[in-house]
């Protein structure tokens, strides 16, 4: 079992929602976690999940409330048309596929959920 996590979130305070989310990532639900750099977005969390498979073995989980103003209506980060980055069109913050921010007015990294995969099977949970 592969674990991929940070111990703690430092940054603003993003409403906490309880996260226990299970999927297949070979699924035909889920074509795009075939690839490395594929992604997804799942209805879980506080604005939703941005899933990235970095490898075959390790996936990440980033809360989609953007960490400049997460309650904003409008606050809410999506990949970029150019699958490049992780853009808040709303703030124009700009993170990498790793959370981090690369382009403010953002100053914080993303919020990022636990995962572990055992087998086809992916967990995702705060």
């Known amino acids: 079992m592969l674990v991929g996590c940070k111990d703690?979130?430092?940054g603003p305070a993003i409403p906490?929602?309880?996260?226990?989310?299970?999927?297949?990532?070979?699924?035909?639900?889920?074509?795009?976690?075939?690839?490395?750099?594929?992604?997804?977005?799942l209805n879980a969390g506080y604005k939703g999940i941005l899933l990235v498979r970095q490898t075959a073995s390790?996936?990440?989980a980033f809360e989609r409330a953007c960490p400049y103003d997460p309650t904003s209506?409008?606050?809410?980060v999506k990949v970029d048309q150019s699958n490049l980055f992780i853009v808040d069109e709303c703030c124009g913050s700009q993170f990498n596929f790793q959370g981090n921010v690369t382009s403010g007015p953002a100053?914080?990294?993303?919020?990022q959920y636990r995962?572990?995969?055992s087998?086809?099977?992916l967990y995702i949970s705060n």
């Open 16 to 41: 906490e929602v309880p996260v226990n989310e299970q999927i297949n990532v070979t699924s035909l639900q889920y074509p795009e976690l075939r690839r490395d750099g594929g992604y997804v977005y």
């Open 115 to 117: 995962t572990s995969l």
């Open 8 to 10: 703690s979130y430092e």
């Open 58 to 60: 390790l996936y990440t």
């Open 119 to 121: 087998g086809n099977l």
């Open 73 to 76: 209506a409008c606050g809410q």
């Open 107 to 111: 100053v914080y990294s993303l919020k």
